[in-house]
T-cell receptor, first 115, second 116 residues
Framework: GAVVSQHPSRVICKSGTSVKIECRSLDFQATTMFWYRQFPKQSLMLMAT?????????EQGVEKDKFLINHASLTLSTLTVTSAHPEDSSFYIC???????????FGQGTRLTVV | AQKVTQAQTEISVVEKEDVTLDCVYE???????LFWYKQPPSGELVFLIRRNSFDEQNEISGRYSWNFQKSTSSFNFTITASQVVDSAVYFC?????????????FGTGTRLTVIP
């Protein structure tokens, strides 16, 4: 089946630095990818929709200047957390629908800890 | 507005017991899709099932079964003869998109622990 790979799986960074998370569709092309955030013991919340070749669409309350999304190719979307702060510590997970649009596949997630 | 409620935050069962995870949803859409995902400790989300609002037939897949009751807006998930490998967080989700990729609303999840 289709696979979505996310990297890194874990990252610890210092407050004020930026972190880039990659989401790749390994065996299919994805014109759209989705980024979710999950705080400890909470649900997943959609942050933004990443669109290949155009700007990302952000959900209400998500700072687009803080969470930069780039969908550079049909197989890669990146989420950059800029000037990270401890409150950005969370589990970030991406998803992509397969080309037949029959199912959404999720990456393994990235656990970000900002110290 | 769409909403998914999983009232059970945590459940513990002894291996081989049956367990039912509850899911109640709210939506104004007439066409919608319901999903269950499993999130093991490793973090990735594993797709379990998709059900559209027009199909109220219950479904069984091995030890898993799902009971969709449109009248009560519920989509409950039962694991029979639970195993330790079933330990995970289970999310119920609602979408107006069949893939669940768009506008996917998740419940808060139920953490299932199966005790050997």
């Amino acid at each position: 089946g289709a696979v979505v790979s996310q990297h890194p799986s874990r990252v610890i960074c210092k407050s004020g630095t930026s972190v880039k998370i990659e989401c790749r569709s390994l065996d299919f092309q994805a014109t759209t990818m989705f980024w979710y955030r999950q705080f400890p013991k909470q649900s997943l919340m959609l942050m933004a929709t990443s669109n290949e070749g155009s700007k990302a669409t952000y959900e209400q309350g998500v700072e687009k200047d803080k969470f930069l999304i780039n969908h550079a190719s049909l197989t890669l979307s990146t989420l950059t957390v800029t000037s990270a702060h401890p409150e950005d510590s969370s589990f970030y997970i991406c998803s992509a629908p397969d080309q037949m649009n029959t199912e959404a596949f999720f990456g393994q997630g990235t656990r970000l800890t900002v110290v | 507005a769409q909403k998914v409620t999983q009232a059970q935050t945590e459940i513990s069962v002894v291996e081989k017991e049956d367990v039912t995870l509850d899911c109640v949803y709210e939506t104004r859409d007439t066409t919608y899709y319901l999903f269950w995902y499993k999130q093991p400790p490793s973090g990735e989300l594993v797709f379990l099932i998709r059900r559209n609002s027009f199909d109220e037939q219950n479904e069984i897949s091995g030890r898993y079964s799902w009971n969709f009751q449109k009248s009560t807006s519920s989509f409950n998930f039962t694991i029979t003869a639970s195993q330790v490998v079933d330990s995970a967080v289970y999310f119920c989700a609602l979408s107006d998109d069949p893939t669940g990729a768009n506008n996917l609303f998740f419940g808060t999840g139920t953490r299932l622990t199966v005790i050997p």
